[in-house]
């Protein structure tokens, strides 16, 4: 067993068992002309990560961690994008509609992807999701459940939306649920914040909160 020195309070994983999730490090949220854009949202702040994600990624791969990568994105004929989610609101472009980087949260297009520096390597498992939590009309769990995987750790974007929804489901399925502090950001700064100390709070109610510093070491002991 390895230990990560994580809030509330240490954790203890088994790298066999253990795989890391990058949730949604598409180019529709963290360039400009995407679908956080057209929300009203500055994507810079979601840029800034991309290194810090990249060194959990390869400190991950290193370690031999299963890598999962997910993408936020619904099929060309919008058969699985409820309208309450492409109606609401008053974006600048809607899910479907033609942007800079093709048809916005459309699989397939330009803005779909993955953003270069963290494209997936050949045996990691992308998952493409219509909703904001991971296991919502996807094939993870099964996924999880081949690979035996007990413990999940966590990063992308944004924190309080897609990340804290599939921690939350990954949480009630009964997963060990760690984020990496660093490697996630949120368009809210305030939002953020309140994330890791509500998923962290009352004993880990959600799960645990690290540093990549800190997951690594403990990948590295
Ligand atoms: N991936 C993800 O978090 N989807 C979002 O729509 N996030 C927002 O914060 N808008």
């Known amino acids: 067993m390895a230990l990560i020195d994580a809030r509330p309070f240490p ?3 088994e790298p066999a068992t253990t795989a890391l999730i990058v949730i949604d490090m598409q180019r529709d949220f963290i360039e400009p002309g995407g679908f956080g854009a057209a929300l009203g949202n500055d994507v810079r702040p979601l840029q800034a990560i991309v290194p ?3 060194r959990l990624l390869d400190g991950c791969r290193a370690a031999g961690l299963a890598v999962i990568h997910t993408r ?14 492409r ?5 600048a472009l809607r899910i479907g509609d ?3 980087m093709g048809r916005v949260l459309v699989a397939g297009e330009p803005g779909a992807e993955i953003v270069a520096e963290l494209t997936p390597r050949p045996g990691e498992t992308v998952i493409d999701k219509p909703g904001k939590g991971a296991f919502y009309a996807t094939g993870l769990a099964e996924i999880l459940a081949v690979l035996g995987a007990r413990t999940l750790v966590f ?9 804290q929804t599939t921690m939350r489901e990954a949480n009630d399925r009964g997963f060990d649920c760690l984020l ?12 953020k914040a309140a994330t890791l100390e509500m998923i962290r709070a009352q004993g880990a109610i959600v799960g645990w909160t690290a540093t990549t510093d800190q997951i690594l070491a403990a990948l590295d002991a």
């Open 72 to 85: 936020e994105c619904h099929e060309p004929d919008l058969s699985d994008c409820p309208p309450a989610k």
């Open 87 to 91: 109606d609401r609101g008053t974006p």
């Open 98 to 100: 033609h942007g800079p």
């Open 155 to 163: 990063a992308g974007v944004t924190t309080e939306v897609c990340v």
């Open 11 to 13: 954790l203890s994983f």
């Open 52 to 54: 810090t994600v990249r």
């Open 180 to 191: 990496a502090e660093d490697a996630t950001e949120s368009y809210f700064p305030a939002f």
